[in-house]
């Protein structure tokens, strides 16, 4: 077998071999040493392009004659600015470039060879490029079996570029899908996490009922609501929704939940309970963020429910077939201002008539044409059912008024009825 034919072989099974490596940490030493195999060379090295920096970063040496202890030297992390050294040159112009004579050569950095004790005296660098980008350069240094690199060594290397971009590229693809797939775990364990914080529906007497459910818009969201009993008998119902979407929101909205439960143990009327509420919340919000909410403290026994609004929406009374919204007490979103103030209201519930209170992303959920669910829609939607339970049935009419289109916001619905 000639020569070529078997450097040609070694090109062949170059490419089965970086075909079948995924890990960038187990590609970079089978690319250098396949690049010295194909040309028969003494060292090699592999610089890596950082398209933000718009360096070339030294990732990995290769060198056949060096110690280990020399080697050592090599393996500090260097930055290469674009069109500075032999690789700065070649990553500039996206050209090979064939030095014989290095040593004379004005571009070749010697810095290298004064540390290391090697002596370089000819360099074959050629780039590293992938659909006309720049992934780095890869470059041979003295060949072992004559004075210096050929046009023939020169094409096998620049051949070897080639499959060595490829591989790069479906490394780093391969390392995105593989942190993708870890976040998207991640995220699942928050949303797992998150629903820990939903109530459980409590089962009360003499007809009453408090129901509530939150889909968030991604895995986890900035929803909250919760049903707190008191020993008077008396439930807290609220539903918040912290300003933001996603992971901030969802960390915003489990600090929140704390406060909130903190503040139920002194069994306050809602609207100091707000004040408290609102006070704790600007210690970790700081004005930056906030949340709206309502508030209502339900009476079971009597149907009293007296509530206050932190500029939420305000609660809705569904009664014999009609919808009204009810007053709105004065209140400014928690964790704006350290000395809130929050009016109070007061309806009583008869059998039949529903309380609901949702949050946004009910009325500005949007299907694929972007119009809004909007405050007709929902009110038809309530009207549709007639009587308790109605919750159920309104989420129902967003989600088939989205139709496929992604929820644009988080979609909550608590509702007090009497049936």
Known sequence: MSSQAR???KLIQANEVLASIESLVDLLPQLLRLAQDVTGAEASS????????????????????????????????????????????????????????????????????????????????????????????VQVLNSSSKDCFNIEDQELLESFGHLAGVALVRSELMIQRLNQQKFETQLEAASRIQKQFNPKTPELTGGNHIWGNSVPAHFV???????????????????????????????????????????????????????EINKAAFEFMGGEVFATMVL??????????????????????????????MDRPLGLPVGILDDGEFGLAEISLEKGQSLIVVTDGVDEARNKDKDFFGTERLAEALKIEGKPPLGKSLLKAVSRWRGK???NDDTTVVEIYKS
């Open 296 to 325: 209502v403290r339900f009476y079971p026994e009597t149907g009293k429910c007296s509530y206050c609004v932190a500029g939420h929406p305000a609660p809705l009374l569904v009664a014999d077939g009609e919808v009204k919204e």
């Open 46 to 137: 592999i610089l890596l392009y950082n398209k933000e920096k718009n360096v070339l970063e030294f990732a990995l040496a290769m060198n056949d004659v060096l110690s280990e202890m020399s080697m050592d030297i090599l393996k500090t992390r260097i930055e290469l600015p674009l069109g500075k050294g032999i690789a700065g040159w070649v990553a500039l112009h996206k050209k090979s470039l064939n030095v014989v004579d290095a040593q004379n050569d004005a571009r070749f950095s010697r810095d290298a060879d004064k540390k290391t004790g090697f002596e370089t005296r000819c360099i074959l660098c050629v780039p590293i490029i992938h659909k006309g980008e720049l992934q780095g350069v």
């Open 221 to 275: 969201g900035g929803d909250l609501y919760d049903f707190i009993p008191n020993s008077d008998g008396s439930w807290y119902v609220y539903v918040a929704d912290v300003s933001g979407k996603g992971l901030p929101a969802a960390l915003i909205m489990s600090a929140l939940w704390t406060r909130i439960r903190a503040a139920a143990v002194k069994e306050l009327s809602p609207n100091e309970m707000m004040t």
């Open 7 to 9: 450097r040609l072989k």
């Open 405 to 407: 289109t992604p929820p």
